[in-house]
Every structure is written in C-alpha cells, then in structure tokens.
T-cell receptor
Framework: QKEVEQDPGPLSVPEGAIVSLNCTYS??????FMWYRQYSRKGPELLMY????GNKEDGRFTAQVDKSSKYISLFIRDSQPSDSATYLC?????????????FGKGTMLLVSP | NAGVTQTPKFQVLKTGQSMTLQCAQD?????MSWYRQDPGMGLRLIHY???????DQGEVPNGYNVSRSTTEDFPLRLLSAAPSQTSVYFC????????????FGNGTRLTVT
C-alpha cells in the first residue's frame, strides 16, 4: 500500500460546479497537510496548509482533514476554467530529525466553460 | 523577489554525459531540495539541504550529487546521464526544515537519449 493515495482523474466538471478532491494516507505520523496546484509546465504552488483535523477556508477553497480516518479533502466552490490544473496533496513527517514531504500523484481537474 | 529560479528550462543529453542543473533562491530560505517528477510516479525527493554545508539523501539519490556552499544556491549534478534520468526536475525551498511549506521553481525538463 502506498503511503499516500490520490485518484489521478481526470475529473471534468462544468464551470460553477463544486469540486471535491481527496487523498487517503496510511502513515499516522503525518503531521501537516498541504494542497498544491500545478499548471501545465509549471512548478507546484501552495494552495492550503493545515495541521489539525477540521476545516480551513480561504476564498473559494476549503481544506478538510480527518486524522481519525486518515483522509484529507480539498473543496473548490464556484469552479472556474482557470482552476483547470493538477492538484497535489502533500503530507509531512519527521525523518532523520527534519521534516520531509510525501506527495500524492496528483488529480487532474478540467473545468469547462 | 524572483523566488526559486532554475536553469536551464530544457536540456537534452546523450547517455554518459554529465551536467549541472542550477537552482537559486532569493528568500533566504534555510531548506532546499530537489525533486523529480515522472508520469505515474509523482514527485520524488532526490537530495535535500538544511543549510550551507549540510546535505542528505532523499528517496532516489543514485546517480546525482549535490553540494551547498551558499544559502542561495543548490546545484544538482548528474554524473553520467542515463535514459532513466529523463524527467522533469524541480528545485524547492522553505524557510525551515520543520514542517514549512515548499516554494517550487518552474522546473528543468531533461531528456537523455
């Protein structure tokens, strides 16, 4: 079993839809949870960063963490064509005294006008 | 403030050639790292550094060398390129090596023939 599982998609939705992106993980040592957005031929950029279980909202984006179920989600409200990208979840744990990130493989999202 | 700058953007090498991928950051970040991104494999950590003069191996270090003589620069050296090293390489930095989110460059696309 991989440490972080993420459905690769593609996930196709119409403009204005609510999008739900998810990751599951197996390592209970993961402490911090992040979502990155990656446009084609660009580097990943940080969208959301959370620590505790619960919800964190930033504009149209909501990150949800359920540590008991080892499940994290990213919700996008009122999706726009400009949201079309690959979304990567990432989780950090301590390794040799420093934290390292483990990434999911990414979900490709396509929002059609 | 340019963030993380990677050069070159594209490179084609023949098997056995060596080259250095350059990475520079102007954010005074303590932590720097190199990832490779392959289809179906996600982002995998090659090497990382927690400060000038300190480096360590990540998940896939074989065939790559790093050094960090300054806070700003973290070059990645391919000693003898192999077709298996065809990939997109991302440099990333963060303020600290403890659960701090990563800032990525826009990548170097490397093809080894």
């Amino acid at each position: 079993q991989k440490e972080v599982e993420q459905d690769p998609g593609p996930l196709s939705v119409p403009e204005g839809a609510i999008v739900s992106l998810n990751c599951t993980y197996s390592n209970s040592a993961f402490q911090y949870f992040m979502w990155y957005r990656q446009y084609s031929r660009k580097g990943p950029e940080l969208l959301m960063y959370t620590y505790s279980s619960g919800n964190k909202e930033d504009g149209r984006f909501t990150a949800q963490v359920d540590k008991s179920s080892k499940y994290i989600s990213l919700f996008i409200r009122d999706s726009q064509p400009s949201d079309s990208a690959t979304y990567l979840c990432a989780m950090s744990s301590m390794n040799s005294g420093y934290s390292t990130l483990t990434f999911g493989k990414g979900t490709m999202l396509l929002v059609s006008p | 403030n340019a963030g993380v700058t990677q050069t070159p953007k594209f490179q084609v090498l023949k098997t056995g050639q060596s080259m250095t991928l350059q990475c520079a950051q102007d954010m005074n970040h303590e932590y720097m790292s190199w990832y490779r991104q392959d289809p179906g494999m996600g982002l995998r950590l090659i090497h990382y550094s927690v400060g000038a003069g300190i480096t360590d191996q990540g998940e896939v270090p074989n065939g790559y060398n790093v050094s960090r003589s300054t806070t700003e620069d973290f070059p990645l050296r391919l000693l003898s390129a192999a077709p298996s090293q065809t990939s997109v390489y991302f440099c990333a930095s963060s303020l600290s090596p403890y659960n701090s989110p990563l800032h990525f460059g826009n990548g170097t696309r490397l093809t080894v023939t």
